[in-house]
């Protein structure tokens, strides 16, 4: 699901890489809420503080909500110019650098917080935008624009326009297509609403407050993981399988 690009990409592959991150991103978004009442998968409210902030000419106040926007910014920028620096190397998975940049930090904040007390609050909200920011961009360009992860908000609006679709006639090929992407966005949707409830449960019944981001960066390293493993197995697949046509028609 993380190797698969352009026509060898199928619906499969993005229902799978959109479940896992969804998820994960559900997970990282309540964690932020509980712990510093702040979003942490989109810019959308901060922008509107932002922009009040600098209405009440408090620019100063203001200041940190910009911080909180260009952290996702440079998140999605970092992510693609890395994608796009590896691009032309056969032999690395280019998406593998920018999936480990963000298991890192979500593993460094879990990891921190068990044995130091937060004191920088805002530092860490940002450097969870700063994830998502990356975690965003990757999977949009993986999945060549097709998959969205982090926020909710054009999902629902299209997924209203696809549902409003289906009362029209389409020919069977573009009915096919529309059903598809309604599966995608249902599956996006509703694996960001079980990862937060995930994410709720190991933080307030489990109590693990913050190092409940140690358990997204566990399923995010496991689908790492996995992905490999199946892509080597396949790999390993076709020589044998390569090796048996040879032998028959020798």
């Known amino acids: 699901m993380f190797r698969h690009q352009g026509k060898s ?13 969804s998820f994960v991103a559900g997970m990282v978004n309540v ?16 922008f509107a503080l932002f922009i009040n ?3 009440d000419f408090q620019f100063w106040k ?13 998140g999605s920028f970092l992510s693609s110019f890395l994608i796009l620096r590896f691009k032309d190397t056969k032999r690395l998975n280019i998406y593998l650098v920018p999936t480990i940049i963000e298991f890192f930090i ?8 068990i044995y130091i ?9 940002c450097l969870l935008l700063l994830a998502m920011g990356i975690q965003n961009s990757f999977v949009t360009k993986i999945s060549n624009a097709v998959v969205r992860t982090t926020h909710l908000t054009g999902l629902f609006t299209d997924l209203g326009i696809d549902i409003s679709q289906l009362f029209f006639k389409k020919s ?27 994410g709720g449960f190991f933080y307030s019944t489990v ?17 790492l993981l996995f992905d490999d493993f199946r892509y080597k197995l396949i790999k390993v697949k076709r020589k044998y399988k390569e090796r048996g046509t040879m032998r028959r028609t020798m």
């Open 62 to 74: 203001g200041t940190i909500y910009f911080l909180y926007i260009f952290s996702f910014l440079f």
């Open 106 to 113: 979500l593993l460094a904040i879990g990891f921190y917080s």
């Open 9 to 21: 990409r199928t619906l499969k592959h993005n229902l799978q890489i959109a479940t896992i991150l």
């Open 172 to 198: 069977a090929r573009k009915k096919k297509k529309l059903k598809a992407n309604i599966q995608l966005r249902t599956y996006i949707i509703l694996s960001f609403f079980v990862g937060g409830l995930v």
């Open 117 to 125: 007390e937060i004191q920088s609050p805002n530092l860490v909200v």
């Open 207 to 223: 109590e693990l407050k913050l190092q409940t981001l140690l358990v997204a960066a566990l399923v995010l390293l496991m689908s």
């Open 53 to 55: 902030d600098v209405a």
């Open 31 to 46: 964690t932020g809420i509980l712990s510093f009442k702040q979003l942490t998968t989109n810019v959308t409210g901060h």
